[in-house]
């Protein structure tokens, strides 16, 4: 079989794995984003019950396999009462790990703010919160766009392993094509490819236009 009579055969079952890809890629991003800012933000609170709850979520998130946390999230947690459809426990699971990894960025993104910047939205007479929104994240955004692209292409390919519980993104589609054909070189090599595409082509991209969008906004381009 040439490669072409294979994607005229299989292409379907391809694309509809890599629709699943995306989609999960994009939910656990907005869901590692969210968990990150709150988290990175509840690290530098003054309050120590805040700063020990994100410490803790960070330790293990982050010290545990994503693996063993995805397998914990869809067949652990039903005994606890807590059911979750496999393709949310895939993209909650990539999710929550990726945005312990998160919180260290916007933790350390803030703190990289000039210390001036501090201090005269201070002296602006700027209550906390408006000198944190109006101030110091736009500028600790700036800094934490490249460390995020790195980030999110993790977590692109960290979908993969939502495989396992049976979601049918790009590589349960590419297992379960190989299986029956044997053709090794032709499935895994088209999805190295793809994986590599929606990297490069759309990631990439998209984190330096926002990077570009940043500097602009804050009269640094």
């Not at 794995?17 to 969210?34: D, H, Q």
């Not at 690290?43 to 396999?65: D, K, Q, W």
């Not at 292409?153 to 094509?177: H, R, S, Y």
């Amino acid at each position: 079989m040439s490669y072409l009579e294979f994607l005229g055969q299989y292409g379907d079952r391809i694309l509809s794995g890599t629709l699943v890809t995306v989609l999960l890629t994009v939910l656990s991003s907005v869901l590692a984003i969210a968990i990150a800012l709150v988290t990175g933000l509840m690290r530098l609170s003054p309050n120590a019950v805040l700063r020990g709850i994100a410490t803790v979520y960070i330790e293990i998130f982050r010290g545990t396999s994503l693996l063993v946390q995805l397998y914990w999230i869809f067949y652990v947690l039903p005994l606890f009462g807590v059911t979750l459809e496999k393709f949310t426990a895939g993209f909650v699971a990539v999710g929550m790990n990726l945005g312990a990894y998160g919180a260290e960025l916007v933790r350390g993104a803030i703190l990289s703010v000039p210390r001036g910047q501090w201090e005269a939205a201070l002296a602006l007479n700027m209550t906390p919160a408006r000198r944190m929104i109006r101030v110091i994240l736009p500028q600790a955004v700036l800094i934490m766009l490249p460390g995020w692209g790195n980030l999110l292409i993790e977590l692109l390919k960290g979908t993969a392993l939502v495989a396992l519980i049976a979601v049918a993104d790009l590589m349960f589609q590419v297992k379960q094509i190989n299986g029956t054909t044997f053709l090794s070189a032709e499935t895994f090599g088209t999805a190295l490819i793809i994986y590599y595409v929606i990297a490069r082509f759309m990631i990439t991209p998209f984190m330096r236009w926002l990077e570009r969008a940043m500097q602009r906004k804050l009269g640094r381009a």
